[in-house]
DNA sequence: ACTTAATCGTTGACTTTTTCAAGAGTTTAA
DNA sequence: TTAAACTCTTGAAAAAGTCAACGATTAAGT
C-alpha cells in the first residue's frame, strides 16, 4: 500500500506546501468549488441549484428581501436574480409581492410549497457541509464560520 | 449620523443573521467574490488575473507542474489551462517544458522574466489579503489559513 | 512482443455565467 | 415641477465552464 490507508490520492499532495496554498483566496476559491459541487449535487434531487437554494433561503427568511437586496448579498449582478426568481415563481415556490414602502421593489416571499421544499433542500445542504467539515472537530467548525463570515461582509471600501 | 461611525453601511447588515450567512459553503463563496475582484483589481496592471497569476505562481515553484497538476490543483478543466498557459508563454513569462518521465505530459516552468513579474504579482496579492483580512488578528489570520487548507484539500470522496 | 486500455494536451462545440448599457416605472431632492 | 437617483427588466457581448474526441504516448494484459 503506497498511499496512507483510508482516503484517495489525489495527486496534488506535492503542492500543498507552496505559497499558493498558503493564499486564503486561493483557499476560499478551492473550498467553494469543492463545496458547491457537493452541493450541485446533493439539491439536483429537488430541482435547484446553489443559487436557487440560496434565493429560496432567504425568501423563507422573515425578512423580505428586495431582488436588489439579493442580488448584494448573494454577490450577483441585479440581472442574474431575474431569472433565478423567474425559474422559482414558475415553479410555485416564490412570490414578487409589491414593496408597500417603495413600488419600484418587488419583495420576494416563499408560498408554502418553497417552505416545504426549503426544508428538504436544507438537509442536503447541511449534509454537504458536513461531509466538507469532517477533518475539523465541532469547535473548530464554529471557529471557521466565525472567522469567515468577519471578512465575508466587508465593505467595498 | 445614521450608520455607525467608520465603514460604509453595505444595507445588507440586516441579512447577517439569516440561516443562509451560517453556511461555510456561502461564506465561502462571498470570501473569494470580494477576494478575487480586489486582487484582480490590483494584478490588472501588471496584465494578470487571478488565474493568470495562480498559474504563473505555481510555475514559479520548484515543483515543475504539468499541466493536468495544475487543472487539479486549480480546480479547473484540463483544456482551461491551454489558454492560460498560451497567454503567458506569449509574454515570455513561461515554458511548456518536455517532461522527462512521460513525454505525453509537458511541465510548466517560469522564465527570469516570470519569475520578476511573480515578485510584483506577489507584493499585489499579499496587498489585497491583508485588506480582506484586516478585521482578524494576526493569530486568527493563521487559524483561518489553516482551518481552510484542511477542508480545502480533502479527496473526492 | 503485441494488442488493448488508459493518459496527456489540445481542439471545437456547446452551455452557463458574468458584465454592461439602456429602458420603463417610481421615488427623492431641488 | 423638474431633475436626478433608484428598481426591475431586457438584450447583447464577453468570459468561464463542460464535454466529447483526436493524435501522441505510456501502461497493462495476455
Known sequence: MSPKSSTIATGIDRFLGCELAGEIEF???RTRSLGSAR?????AP??????SYSVLSLAC????????????????????????????EKGGFVERCADPND???KVISATRAGHTLYKQARLATAKGESTSMERLSKVEQ???????SRIAFMPAN
Open 142 to 148: 464554529e471557529t471557521l464560520r466565525d472567522l469567515l
Open 103 to 105: 413600488r419600484r421593489s
Open 46 to 51: 429537488l430541482g435547484l441549484k446553489v443559487r
Open 39 to 43: 452541493a450541485n449535487a446533493l439539491l
Open 61 to 88: 427568511s422573515d425578512l423580505s428581501p428586495t431582488q436588489r437586496e439579493l442580488a448584494e448579498f448573494l454577490s450577483l449582478d441585479p440581472s442574474q436574480i431575474v431569472p433565478l426568481v423567474d425559474q422559482l
Open 27 to 29: 483557499l476560499a476559491a
